[in-house]
């Protein structure tokens, strides 16, 4: 019997070229396992065991790919979580005098949230037309009153 060496080594190497982009998939797997069944000596057929391992292993990655995928999943899921609970907590101020530190000047000032976005995942407030941290308010409440002259 004659092995189709051409298949064999187009499995392996697009199993290779998967390899060396980092991104091996159960596609590939899948591909080499039924070339490897395909083109096996039909004298001498892989054994059982060789079989169920390598069945076992391409069910692990699978699962292992899957498990992945939830955790990347998770992970998103959570900064959306944050980011939201961020915007709520700055919305709440809206219209409201606060005490921040400006982030020109680094100095304690007072002023009036007139709005509220998300940039690069930080909630911004914006007073007086600057954009501040959330996280640089220190202080919510009316402004304490100017000594008189």
Known sequence: MQINVTSATEAISSLSSEKK?????????MNLLATQLKNQDPL????????LAQ??????????????????????LQQSNAALQQLTDAAALMG????YTDP??????????????????????????????LASISQIGAPPAEPAV
């Open 21 to 29: 982009s980092g991104n091996v998939g159960k596609d590939a797997f």
């Open 44 to 51: 001498e057929p892989a054994k059982n065991d060789e079989m």
């Open 55 to 76: 069945l076992a292993q391409f069910s692990s990655l699978e699962q292992m790919q899957n498990l992945n995928d939830n955790i990347v999943g998770l992970a998103v």
């Open 96 to 99: 409201k005098d606060v005490q």
């Open 104 to 133: 020109d000047t680094q100095t304690e000032t007072w002023g009036k949230v007139d709005g509220v976005k998300i940039k690069d995942g930080v909630a911004m407030l914006s007073i007086d037309g600057k954009d501040v941290p």
